[in-house]
């Protein structure tokens, strides 16, 4: 299921359909080049009204103003008295915002006007005074016909929206108060769009760029494949890395484990070397490992996969909660960021890995990769904050940490530098928070003392000497329940996004944002997907498939996000997109780049997208017609006073798919199975969780885990909490859930204590029950 603001259609409607459904007016300011407008670098010396924001460089001010006076030169001194001001007017609204609008250019498919879209008004003035004008600025000759006709001449140039129309425009204060800034919507919510950039992948969840001004970058596949893309997006048949046959994984959804990481050094461009962070099967073991590569010396796009030398193992006690980042931050050194061992609440030891200063699980380690060539192959920093304590491992750089998920390193502002060098980390919680941070040398993040701002372990949270490090951002879990760290934007293109932090969830799709205040506190803003006509640009969607697996940049600065229509490893359901600000762009050239010529060995695919622009009146179109065809279907013809659907086209399969996806079960649902009597009131628990339905484990199951079910279910009371497949053993459904542990108030089984959907050490004879009562 796509994340969108409505389901999807691919179809563009007219603005004289907006108009029809009654839909109001919505800023949305696109130039003839069907691009944002921008800021001039350069003061415009001709439609100076434009000056500030819209949609002329200097170049195109110029040429304007060079068409003006050929124009204005074939009039005497009265009619340039008369005509010089409207003829400026007409001339310069290619320079405003709107320019799309007042030229019909939305549609690259239709006609695009030789004068713009008039108020009645006006065009009434401009016929009485200057109507000699039209044909000198038009070489329409419909307009040349119909010129003495006032009537004629101003319907012809009359807009569809009253609204859009000039000069009214310019004195619409909906339209105008907020341009120039990223479009929110009632709720506050941001309206970005999507550029799709690569689909066809299996949980794709690294993305990295080569820094050697090529501007190619490598996405990595969890089943252990890295491919190559060109900077027209143009992929590689043959794969950058393959180690898939090493890659422990398995085709379970939501299956932690598998290749988790990819950085590449530094000096990539001249040393060739990577590292990766993968999942391993060692006997009896399940570990994860770091290790080093070089890139084939006949083969830019390829790894020599014999080059191979490990840098560090560390055992796993559990499948999940496996960390999976590698970065290199600014001071060169190699980061890497390991899950705290799995299972649930850190039970390892007496205060858990996290807090265990002598263990590398829920760690941020630090290391020296430089000059390795020759003795050991990492060296661990003489300022690393633990290396003179006795008992901690010198690698420990930060600590408390619970299973960090994607994090990033702030490029910092590119005129103040402001920021530079900040790593941001989502750390994925237990069952109650999400939460951001900045990691810093020698910190604790707190777990499991803290989980977000609360406290999880009582006794450990009172311990005032911990000296935690609060995040900057916590969410509850009502609102996403497994955090997919971001990047602080830094490209070019988008200056209106400079500073902002975007991240999402991977259980809810939420795409999120922060922005630091001049205070120093960080504001929150949720991302949607633009409406209407804000994301009408060419080649830009509104909608994105919600499993958000990782964030990535490329080599300019660009933001990127990595998400799955189906959380499986071997799921060729993973797209790559692009994020966009449809309200404002660089002035064009200033991000212009000249990518180094790459030599290629391998075939090359080019890119074919697969997703569209979601029409959300379209849509609705779609809903009333199948609606009203289901109650004809049902009980005859009816009258209604909706619009007339007669003409909206027959649903598809797609959206007969889309249609069932609104009304799709939500996860944590529950239903009752296997009560042979019949009886609503009892039976096998089954769970709805990431996309299926299936059975939880009786393995520390009691009566406040029944509690939450029954209420779930709308029963008073929880009479019995069955144990051993007392209604049966549901064998056609895999176990979702063990280890469940609540309090008894929570909303759903998901919202309390539990081992990772998927995980379990238990059979089918262990299938828990319940019997509820009023």
Same mark, same amino acid.
């Given at each position: 299921?796509?994340?969108?603001?409505?389901?999807?259609?691919?179809?563009?409607?007219? &603005?004289?359909?907006?108009?029809?459904?009654?839909?109001?007016?919505?800023?949305?300011?696109?130039?003839?080049?069907?691009?944002?407008?921008?800021?001039?670098?350069?003061?415009?010396?001709?439609?100076?009204?434009?000056?500030?924001?819209?949609?002329?460089?200097?170049?195109?001010?110029?040429?304007?103003?060079?068409?003006?006076?050929?124009?204005?030169?074939?009039? %005497?001194?009265?009619?340039?008295?008369?005509?010089?001001?409207?003829?400026?007017? &007409?001339?310069?609204?290619?320079?405003?915002?709107?320019?799309?609008?007042?030229?019909?250019?939305?549609?690259?498919?239709?006609?695009?006007?030789?004068?713009?879209?008039?108020?009645?008004?006006?065009?009434?003035? +401009?016929?009485?005074?200057?109507?000699?004008?039209?044909?000198?600025?038009?070489? %329409?000759?419909?307009?040349?016909?119909?010129?003495?006709?006032?009537? *004629?001449?101003?319907?012809?140039?009359?807009?569809?929206?009253?609204?859009?129309?000039?000069?009214?425009?310019?004195?619409?204060?909906?339209?105008?108060?907020?341009?120039?800034?990223?479009?929110?919507?009632?709720?506050?919510?941001?309206?970005?769009?999507?550029?799709?950039?690569?689909?066809?992948?299996?949980?794709?969840?690294?993305?990295?760029?080569?820094?050697?001004?090529?501007?190619?970058?490598?996405?990595?596949?969890?089943?252990?494949?890295?491919?190559?893309?060109?900077?027209?997006?143009?992929? &590689?048949?043959?794969?950058?890395?393959?180690?898939?046959?090493?890659?422990?994984?398995?085709?379970?959804?939501? /299956?932690? *484990?598998?290749?988790?990481?990819?950085?590449?050094?530094?000096?990539?461009?001249?040393?060739?070397?990577?590292?990766?962070?993968?999942?391993?099967?060692?006997?009896?073991?399940?570990?994860?490992?770091?290790?080093?590569?070089?890139?084939?010396?006949?083969?830019?796009?390829?790894?020599?996969?014999?080059?191979?030398?490990?840098?560090?193992?560390?055992?796993?006690?559990?499948?999940?909660?496996?960390?999976?980042?590698?970065?290199?931050?600014?001071?060169?050194?190699?980061?890497?960021?390991?899950?705290?061992?799995?299972?649930?609440? /850190?039970?390892?030891?007496?205060?858990?890995?996290?807090?265990?200063?002598?263990? &590398?699980?829920?760690?941020?380690?630090?290391?020296?990769?430089?000059?390795?060539?020759?003795?050991?192959?990492?060296?661990?920093?003489?300022?690393?904050?633990?290396?003179?304590?006795?008992?901690?491992?010198?690698?420990?750089?930060?600590?408390?940490?619970?299973?960090?998920?994607?994090?990033?390193?702030?490029?910092? /502002?590119?005129?103040?530098?402001?920021?530079?060098?900040?790593?941001?980390?989502?750390?994925?919680?237990?069952?109650?928070?999400?939460?951001?941070?900045?990691?810093?040398?020698?910190?604790?993040?707190?777990?499991?003392?803290?989980?977000?701002?609360?406290?999880?372990?009582?006794?450990?949270?009172?311990?005032?000497?911990?000296? /935690?490090? +609060?995040?900057?951002?916590?969410?509850?879990?009502?609102?996403?329940?497994?955090?997919?760290?971001?990047?602080?934007?830094?490209?070019?293109?988008?200056?209106?996004?400079?500073?902002?932090?975007?991240?999402?969830?991977?259980?809810?799709?939420?795409?999120?944002?922060?922005?630091?205040?001049?205070?120093?506190?960080?504001?929150?803003?949720?991302?949607?997907?633009?409406?209407?006509?804000?994301?009408?640009?060419?080649?830009?969607?509104?909608?994105?498939?919600?499993?958000?697996?990782?964030?990535?940049?490329?080599?300019?600065?660009?933001?990127?996000?990595?998400?799955?229509?189906?959380?499986?490893?071997?799921?060729?359901?993973?797209?790559?997109?692009?994020?966009?600000?449809?309200?404002?762009?660089?002035?064009?050239?200033?991000?212009?780049?000249?990518?180094?010529?790459?030599?290629?060995?391998?075939?090359?695919?080019?890119?074919?997208?697969?997703?569209?622009?979601?029409?959300?009146?379209?849509?609705?179109?779609?809903?009333?017609?199948?609606?009203?065809? %289901?109650?004809?279907?049902?009980?005859?013809?009816?009258?209604?006073?909706?619009?007339?659907?007669?003409?909206?086209?027959?649903?598809?399969?797609?959206?007969?798919?889309?249609?069932?996806?609104?009304?799709?079960?939500?996860?944590?649902?529950?239903?009752?199975?296997?009560?042979?009597?019949?009886?609503?009131?009892?039976?096998?628990?089954?769970?709805?969780?990431?996309?299926?339905?299936?059975?939880?484990?009786?393995?520390?199951?009691?009566?406040?885990?029944?509690?939450?079910?029954?209420?779930?279910?709308?029963?008073?009371?929880?009479?019995?909490?069955?144990?051993?497949?007392?209604? =049966?053993?549901?064998?056609?459904?895999?176990?979702?859930? %063990?280890?469940?542990?609540?309090? =008894?108030?929570?909303?759903?089984?998901?919202?309390?204590?539990?081992?990772?959907?998927?995980?379990?050490?238990?059979?089918?004879?262990?299938?828990?029950?319940?019997?509820?009562?009023?």
């Amino acid at each position: 299921m796509r994340r969108s603001p409505a389901a999807a259609s691919g179809l563009a409607l007219p &603005l004289g359909l907006l108009l029809a459904w009654g839909a109001p007016a919505l800023s949305h300011p696109q130039c003839l080049d069907f691009k944002p407008p921008f800021r001039p670098r350069a003061e415009l010396g001709f439609c100076t009204a434009y000056a500030h924001f819209g949609c002329c460089d200097s170049a195109r001010d110029r040429e304007l103003m060079a068409k003006y006076y050929r124009i204005m030169g074939q009039y %005497d001194d009265d009619g340039f008295a008369r005509c010089a001001s409207y003829v400026q007017d &007409l001339l310069c609204q290619e320079c405003s915002p709107y320019a799309a609008h007042l030229f019909d250019a939305e549609d690259p498919g239709t006609p695009l006007r030789s004068i713009p879209g008039l108020c009645p008004e006006y065009c009434s003035d +401009l016929w009485s005074k200057c109507r000699s004008s039209v044909a000198l600025l038009s070489g %329409d000759p419909l307009l040349a016909e119909i010129q003495q006709d006032r009537s *004629r001449l101003c319907r012809q140039l009359e807009l569809d929206d009253p609204d859009y129309c000039f000069p009214r425009l310019l004195s619409n204060e909906r339209l105008n108060r907020n341009l120039g800034r990223v479009t929110a919507d009632n709720q506050g919510c941001l309206q970005l769009c999507l550029e799709e950039v690569a689909n066809g992948l299996r949980n794709p969840l690294a993305m990295v760029h080569a820094n050697d001004g090529t501007h190619r970058f490598f996405v990595a596949e969890q089943v252990g494949v890295v491919w190559t893309y060109l900077s027209d997006r143009s992929r &590689l048949e043959k794969p950058f890395l393959n180690i898939s046959e090493a890659v422990l994984t398995s085709p379970w959804e939501g /299956d932690e *484990r598998g290749f988790l990481g990819l950085a590449l050094h530094p000096d990539f461009k001249h040393n060739g070397k990577l590292y990766v962070y993968y999942s391993v099967e060692v006997g009896p073991d399940e570990r994860i490992r770091i290790s080093e590569f070089r890139v084939s010396a006949s083969d830019g796009n390829a790894v020599d996969h014999g080059s191979e030398r490990v840098i560090l193992e560390i055992d796993e006690p559990a499948s999940n909660h496996n960390g999976g980042q590698l970065l290199f931050a600014d001071d060169g050194r190699l980061y890497i960021f390991t899950g705290d061992g799995g299972m649930a609440g /850190d039970p390892f030891g007496r205060f858990g890995n996290a807090q265990n200063k002598s263990a &590398l699980l829920g760690k941020v380690l630090r290391i020296d990769v430089s000059d390795n060539d020759k003795g050991p192959v990492y060296k661990v920093p003489l300022d690393n904050p633990f290396w003179h304590e006795p008992g901690a491992r010198p690698e420990v750089y930060a600590y408390g940490v619970r299973n960090m998920w994607r994090c990033s390193v702030d490029r910092g /502002d590119r005129l103040t530098k402001e920021g530079k060098g900040r790593i941001f980390c989502g750390d994925v919680g237990q069952n109650k928070y999400e939460e951001v941070d900045i990691v810093e040398m020698g910190k604790n993040y707190g777990w499991r003392a803290r989980e977000g701002f609360s406290c999880y372990d009582k006794k450990l949270c009172s311990n005032s000497s911990l000296g /935690d490090v +609060l995040p900057i951002y916590a969410y509850p879990h009502k609102h996403g329940k497994s955090v997919t760290g971001g990047y602080v934007y830094r490209g070019c293109e988008y200056p209106n996004l400079n500073g902002m932090y975007i991240f999402g969830d991977f259980m809810s799709g939420r795409l999120m944002s922060l922005r630091q205040s001049y205070t120093g506190d960080w504001d929150y803003s949720e991302i949607c997907m633009g409406t209407g006509l804000t994301c009408a640009f060419p080649g830009l969607i509104n909608n994105y498939h919600p499993y958000i697996i990782s964030f990535a940049e490329d080599e300019a600065g660009e933001l990127y996000f990595m998400s799955t229509e189906v959380p499986s490893a071997t799921s060729p359901t993973g797209f790559v997109y692009k994020v966009v600000d449809p309200s404002r762009r660089a002035p064009p050239g200033s991000c212009q780049y000249d990518p180094l010529p790459v030599k290629v060995r391998s075939k090359l695919i080019q890119f074919k997208p697969k997703e569209s622009l979601i029409d959300e009146l379209a849509a609705q179109s779609r809903d009333r017609a199948e609606d009203l065809t %289901d109650v004809v279907d049902e009980v005859g013809p009816v009258a209604t006073d909706d619009p007339p659907v007669a003409t909206a086209r027959p649903p598809s399969r797609k959206d007969r798919r889309r249609k069932q996806k609104k009304h799709k079960t939500e996860n944590g649902a529950v239903r009752l199975s296997g009560n042979n009597d019949g009886k609503p009131d009892r039976g096998r628990v089954e769970i709805f969780a990431s996309g299926e339905w299936g059975t939880v484990c009786d393995d520390l199951w009691d009566g406040k885990s029944a509690e939450v079910v029954c209420r779930h279910l709308g029963f008073q009371y929880a009479l019995r909490a069955a144990k051993a497949a007392e209604f =049966g053993e549901g064998k056609h459904l895999k176990i979702l859930l %063990d280890d469940v542990q609540c309090q =008894g108030t929570e909303q759903s089984l998901l919202d309390c204590q539990h081992r990772d959907v998927g995980s379990h050490n238990c059979g089918h004879h262990e299938d828990a029950g319940v019997v509820c009562g009023n």
